[in-house]
């Protein structure tokens, strides 16, 4: 069984950061790729950011330069870096990952989500 764990939500104020961890647990070979979503009440869920490969990069335009994504292999977690928050910002984060679960088998799993609130 394969587990995605969130941490790292919380309550900050404009302008503050804040560094999601997505944690993969269970009988996995590795991460492949990454990627961080988020969803406010009454809207689809957003993709954020995602990292393929462990090096290609792609964000929304609303976080680029605010925004980091990056896997470290060793922890099999994805993490996103958060700066410059804004209220805007303020969502429930949802992590994703396709994982490899065996020889030639690769799967996608999804995290519980964290509340991420930005306000003063």
């Known amino acids: 069984q394969v587990q995605l764990v969130e941490s790292g939500g919380g309550l900050v104020q404009p302008g503050g950061s804040l560094r999601l961890s997505c944690a993969a647990s269970?009988?996995?070979?590795?991460?492949?790729?990454g990627f961080w979503y988020r969803q406010t009440p009454g809207k689809e869920r957003e993709l954020v950011a995602s990292?393929?490969?462990?090096?290609?990069?792609n964000y929304a335009d609303s976080v680029k330069g605010r925004f980091t994504i990056s896997r470290v292999n060793a922890k099999n977690t994805v993490y996103l870096q958060m700066n410059s928050l804004k209220p805007e910002d303020t969502a429930v984060y949802y992590c994703?990952?396709?994982?490899?679960?065996?020889?030639?088998?690769?799967?996608?799993?999804w995290g519980q989500g964290t509340q991420v609130t930005v306000s003063s």
């Open positions: 994703s990952a396709r994982v490899r679960i065996g020889v030639g088998r690769i799967a996608d799993y």
């Open positions: 269970g009988n996995i070979f590795s991460i492949n790729d």
């Open positions: 990292i393929i490969s462990g090096a290609i990069t």
